[in-house]
């Protein structure tokens, strides 16, 4: 039982550590865009938005994961 | 707090099981067509009202699929339009009050049927033999369930079951969509550019298995972004209830509060997810499509 846990737990602590990085580097080189030509902020955040959905499934397919463990 | 990964049996209709998510993709599709049929109805060359939304709808994908595909693209406006206003009705229904909330306590003999997602969950429609079968495992179950405090009955005592469930919040619905779409990108594909040039692609094994991969990341994507939004909105909204206790006017008013910009939230990551699934539905197509000006681009 403990173990199961264990598992779950790590699926998704593990398995959010790639998408956090992604995310952050996503986040970061929106702003930086963003502070190079600010006239474009509103394409920029879609893309931005996009590109975060995408990487956020990563996370995700590990919830699903976690959750799925029984 | 009791989470399910697979849809509750409602009733059957004949031989067909009807869930609770099969419900809640039924009213949401009534919706639509009840909505289609006003705003097609009585439809003004000035558009006013609710008549505006769609158009804007339409003109996003309209403006996308010609971005993306050339004049061609015009002819997949209505397959992505439909997509995202199925999918983001769902999603908006799904996240609703009342859905997920709303429900029946069932007595049944072998009880633990909201435990048993160790199924895998597209083995929803083989529920009442699953039900049967897992009644050996009910103890074992018992701490699947992470509140057992409030729900320790629950193991034996009647099953709350809800009414309705997001329809997107089952495995079912979303792998559905992906198959479908897969399906008609590789229809589309054969159509455009004859049998042999569209194997073509497939020269390379690995490519055959990423076909099947995207089948998954479809699915598993809207499902999972769903579904971790109805957890988390259920964790958010029990969040206090250590210090609550039993007083349910505090957990009420508590987890009303706590969980309203989380309910924002999901309404905005619906609708992300909606656009996402068309746009990638998109970008598959135009993998595949053939059109007469497409081969410098590629």
Do not use: C
Not at chain 1, 50 to 58: K, N
Not at chain 2, 79 to 96: D, E, P, Q, R, Y
């Amino acid at each position: 039982m403990e173990l199961t846990q264990l598992a779950k737990a790590l699926a998704i602590g593990i398995g959010a550590i790639g998408p956090g990085i992604g995310l952050g580097i996503i986040g970061g080189k929106a702003v930086e865009a963003v502070g190079r030509n600010p006239e474009v902020t509103g394409q920029i955040r879609t893309i931005m938005i996009l590109g975060m959905a995408f990487t956020e499934a990563v996370a995700i397919y590990a919830l699903v994961i976690s959750l799925i463990i029984q | 707090m009791h989470i399910s990964l697979k849809p509750e049996l409602l009733f059957n209709l004949g031989s067909f099981p009807v869930t609770n998510s099969i419900l809640t993709s039924w009213i949401g599709t009534l919706l639509l067509i009840v909505i289609a049929i006003v705003v097609g109805g009585n439809f003004k060359r000035i558009p006013a009202g609710i008549q505006h939304v769609f158009e804007m709808v339409y003109e996003m994908f309209e403006g996308m699929a010609t971005e993306v595909m050339g004049a061609a693209g015009k002819k997949f406006v209505p397959l992505l339009a439909t997509l995202f206003l199925f999918i983001i009705t769902s999603n908006w229904l799904g996240v609703l009050p009342g859905v997920g909330s709303l429900g029946i306590y069932e007595t049944h003999a072998a009880a633990p049927a909201k435990d048993t997602h160790a199924a895998p969950a597209k083995d929803a429609q083989a529920k009442p033999a699953a039900k049967d079968a897992h009644a050996a495992p009910a103890a074992k179950d018992a701490h699947a369930a992470p509140a057992k405090d409030s729900h320790a009955k629950d193991d034996h005592g009647p099953v709350f079951v809800p009414l309705f469930r997001g329809a997107n919040a089952d495995l079912n619905t979303t792998f559905a969509l992906a198959i479908i779409v897969m399906v008609i990108i590789h229809v589309m594909g054969i159509k455009s550019a004859g049998l042999s040039h569209h194997l073509a692609h497939f020269k390379n094994p690995l490519e055959i298995v990423s076909e099947f991969s995207k089948i998954l990341s479809f699915g598993f994507r809207l499902f999972g972004n769903v579904f971790a939004g109805e957890v988390l909105l259920t964790a958010m909204a029990s969040i206090f209830v250590i210090i609550t206790g039993n007083n349910l006017l505090a957990y009420g008013a508590l987890g009303g509060f706590i969980v309203f910009p989380f309910l924002m939230l999901e309404f905005f990551v619906g609708f992300i997810q909606a656009f996402v699934f068309a746009m990638l539905t998109l970008s598959f197509l135009s993998l595949f499509y053939k059109t007469e000006n497409s081969e410098p681009h590629h």
